[in-house]
C-alpha cells in the first residue's frame, strides 16, 4: 500500500509538473525544430544559390578563353556582359559577381565601350562590402579602382582619374598604382610631377620595367 500510495504521489506530482511546464516545453521543441528545419532550408537553398552562380561564372570563362593571338567574338563578349549583369542581379552578394564584372569590363574595353566598362567597374567598388560576409577580396577592389582609373583617363578624365587614384591606399598595388598617376600627370601637362611618380613606379617595382623605363627616358627627354 505504501508503494501504491507513493507511487500515485509521483503520479500526481508529475501531472502537476506537466500542467505548469509542459505548454512551454512544446513551444521549446516545436521552436528548436522550426529552427533547425529553417537553418537546413537556408543551408540548401545557398548551395544551390553558389551552384547557379559558379555555373554562370564557368560559362564567362569558357567565353573569355581564347588561343594565344586570337580575340573574343563580338557575339561572346556580349553574351559575356550578359552574363554578368545576370550575376549581379541574382547573385549580387557572389564572389563570382564580383570577377564577370571585371572581365565584362576587359571585354568592353576591347571593343572601345568605355562607358560599359566603368559601369562594370564602379559596380564592383559600390557593391564592395555587400557580399555575404561582407569581405570582398581587397586585391580585387585593388584591381577594380586601378581598371577604372585607366578607363577614366581613355576617356579624357584625367582630373576624376587622379581623384580616385589619390583616394585609395595601393598597398602591393603601389607599383601599378604609380605608373597610372605617372600616365595622368603626363595627360595634365605635369611633367615634374610625371617623372616622380614614374620613379617610385620603378623602384616599387619587383624587376624590370622596359616600359615604364622607356617613359621615364621619354619624359627626360624632353626636359
Given at each position: 500500500?505504501?508503494?501504491?500510495?507513493?507511487?500515485?504521489?509521483?503520479?500526481?506530482?508529475?501531472?502537476?509538473?506537466?500542467?505548469?511546464?509542459?505548454?512551454?516545453?512544446?513551444?521549446?521543441?516545436?521552436?528548436?525544430?522550426?529552427?533547425?528545419?529553417?537553418?537546413?532550408?537556408?543551408?540548401?537553398?545557398?548551395?544551390?544559390?553558389?551552384?547557379?552562380?559558379?555555373?554562370?561564372?564557368?560559362?564567362?570563362?569558357?567565353?573569355?578563353?581564347?588561343?594565344?593571338?586570337?580575340?573574343?567574338?563580338?557575339?561572346?563578349?556580349?553574351?559575356?556582359?550578359?552574363?554578368?549583369?545576370?550575376?549581379?542581379?541574382?547573385?549580387?552578394?557572389?564572389?563570382?559577381?564580383?570577377?564577370?564584372?571585371?572581365?565584362?569590363?576587359?571585354?568592353?574595353?576591347?571593343s572601345?565601350?568605355?562607358?560599359?566598362?566603368?559601369?562594370?567597374?564602379?559596380w564592383?567598388?559600390?557593391?564592395a562590402?555587400?557580399?555575404?560576409?561582407?569581405?570582398?577580396?581587397?586585391?580585387?577592389?585593388?584591381?577594380?579602382?586601378?581598371?577604372?582609373?585607366?578607363?577614366?583617363l581613355?576617356q579624357?578624365?584625367?582630373?576624376?582619374?587622379?581623384?580616385?587614384?589619390?583616394?585609395?591606399?595601393?598597398?602591393?598595388?603601389?607599383?601599378?598604382?604609380?605608373?597610372?598617376?605617372?600616365?595622368?600627370?603626363?595627360?595634365?601637362?605635369?611633367?615634374?610631377?610625371?617623372?616622380?611618380?614614374?620613379?617610385?613606379?620603378?623602384?616599387?617595382?619587383?624587376?624590370?620595367?622596359?616600359?615604364?623605363?622607356?617613359?621615364?627616358?621619354?619624359?627626360?627627354?624632353?626636359?
Amino acid at each position: 500500500m505504501a508503494l501504491h500510495a507513493a507511487e500515485e504521489e509521483t503520479i500526481e506530482a508529475l501531472k502537476k509538473w506537466w500542467d505548469d511546464n509542459g505548454t512551454a516545453i512544446i513551444t521549446l521543441v516545436a521552436v528548436a525544430a522550426l529552427s533547425w528545419g529553417g537553418w537546413t532550408f537556408w543551408q540548401n537553398s545557398r548551395e544551390a544559390t553558389i551552384s547557379a552562380a559558379s555555373d554562370i561564372y564557368e560559362e564567362i570563362l569558357a567565353l573569355a578563353s581564347t588561343d594565344p593571338g586570337a580575340t573574343v567574338s563580338e557575339a561572346d563578349r556580349s553574351r559575356i556582359l550578359s552574363l554578368a549583369e545576370q550575376l549581379q542581379t541574382d547573385h549580387g552578394d557572389s564572389s563570382y559577381a564580383h570577377f564577370a564584372a571585371l572581365f565584362a569590363a576587359q571585354q568592353a574595353v576591347n571593343s572601345n565601350r568605355l562607358e560599359v566598362a566603368e559601369q562594370q567597374l564602379n559596380w564592383v567598388l559600390d557593391n564592395a562590402d555587400s557580399g555575404f560576409f561582407g569581405n570582398t577580396d581587397q586585391g580585387l577592389v585593388l584591381t577594380a579602382t586601378l581598371y577604372l582609373g585607366r578607363v577614366l583617363l581613355a576617356q579624357g578624365n584625367a582630373e576624376q582619374a587622379l581623384a580616385l587614384v589619390d583616394s585609395v591606399d595601393p598597398g602591393t598595388f603601389e607599383a601599378q598604382f604609380a605608373e597610372l598617376r605617372g600616365d595622368i600627370y603626363v595627360s595634365l601637362g605635369r611633367p615634374v610631377d610625371a617623372r616622380d611618380a614614374y620613379t617610385t613606379a620603378l623602384q616599387s617595382s619587383s624587376g624590370a620595367n622596359t616600359f615604364l623605363q622607356m617613359k621615364l627616358d621619354e619624359l627626360s627627354n624632353e626636359s
